[in-house]
């Protein structure tokens, strides 16, 4: 459940945002996140997702039930099928992994043939200067601290690790010059088999 864990005390953080609050009560029904325990306003949301350490707390004290159904719906909320990925592997571990393994999936669509550049692979991303006059990553800063510096990836061998959330993250480290990320993974080879009937026959395939 680990995965679940890493990808939450990223995704509520950004509710002590009051834009990123008013974002989730306008896509998100308010009786889902009642029936979870987060509150429906801006300003309790605010305080309750204040500061790191307090969404590091909170996170832990989460029962296995609770963890699944509320990384589902932040999922949902970002759109950005991050549960499914998180679901659909047995085994997750933490590495430190050298910048230069990391691989990118694309962030921004509009900026789709810079992601694209040497397949993906983050230490050339941050080389090109066009990244840079596009927001978000205009208004990068050195020095920024990262409040919760891990990311999550699929391993596709020993040197491709392939980043589905962290990305901005990821990109404003390596901009700092940190040579090494925290990730927390999965082996591409560990996809989970399930059973899909249908039509009356039955037949396994990897989701």
């Known amino acids: 459940m680990n995965q679940f864990r890493i990808y939450l005390k990223s995704e509520l953080r950004k509710l002590g945002n009051e834009g990123d609050a008013n974002d989730l009560l306008g896509k998100v029904e308010k009786t889902k996140l009642a029936a979870l325990g987060i509150p429906t306003d801006v300003c309790t949301l605010n305080n309750l997702f204040c500061s790191q350490k307090v969404v590091n707390d909170y996170v832990q004290g989460l029962a296995d039930n609770t963890l699944r159904e509320l990384t589902q719906l932040c999922s949902e909320w ?23 393994r990391i691989f990118v ?23 090109n200067p066009e990244l840079w006059r596009n927001r978000p990553y205009s208004e990068y800063r050195h020095g920024t601290i990262i409040e919760f510096p891990t990311c999550i990836a699929i391993r596709h061998d020993s040197d491709k690790y392939k980043l589905f959330d ?9 901009y700092q010059g ?3 990320i925290n990730l927390c993974y999965a082996d591409i080879s560990d996809k989970r088999d399930r059973e899909v009937t249908g039509g009356g026959n039955r037949e396994r395939v990897l989701i």
């Open 166 to 174: 962290g990305i901005h993250r990821a990109i404003q480290m390596a």
């Open 78 to 100: 970002r759109k950005n099928n991050v549960y499914d990925k998180l679901d659909n592997y047995f085994d997750w571990q933490e590495a430190t992994v050298e910048v230069s």
């Open 105 to 127: 999936q694309q962030a921004e669509s509009h900026l789709a043939e810079i992601f694209k550049c040497d397949s993906g692979k983050l230490s050339s991303i941050v080389l």
């Open 178 to 180: 940190i040579k090494s």
